[in-house]
């Protein structure tokens, strides 16, 4: 069974940075995408970033976030890492991890019902 555990979240001043990590075990997967949500209260969750790990091709779901966040894998680890620079109060969410096996490189889809591994999440809160 796939799992993914988060962590890294924290609460931060804006303008400060944190860097969210994700570790996956369990899967026997030729390759994967992992990616990062994010979900305030009363809003659907919403797609940030992802990464395949065949080719280290990278989407921006949220292209806004394109300049300060960014993606970045550790192979060796099984770990998926999210930088979050020059955090703003909207950036506040529970932030979540997710994955699904694929075959090839490319770009992981931007969609969330394409993704079926998820992990518990991670709180994130900027203050202003």
């Known amino acids: 069974q796939v799992q993914l555990v988060e962590s890294g979240g924290g609460s931060v001043q804006a303008g400060g940075s944190l860097r969210l990590s994700c570790v996956r075990s369990g899967d026997t997967w030729p390759h994967y995408c992992m990616g990062w949500f994010r979900q305030t209260p009363g809003r659907e969750r919403e797609g940030v970033i992802s990464i395949n790990g065949a080719d280290g091709r990278v989407r921006f779901i949220m292209a806004e976030l394109k300049g300060r966040f960014t993606v970045s894998q550790d192979k060796a680890k099984n770990t998926v890492y999210l930088q979050m620079n020059n955090l703003e109060p909207e950036d506040t969410a529970m932030y979540y991890c997710?994955?699904?096996?694929?075959?090839?490189?490319?770009?992981?889809?931007?969609?969330?019902?394409?993704?079926?591994?998820w992990g518990q999440g991670t709180q994130v809160t900027v203050s202003s």
């Open positions: 997710a994955a699904y096996g694929v075959t090839t490189g490319g770009y992981c889809s931007p969609m969330n019902s394409e993704w079926n591994v």
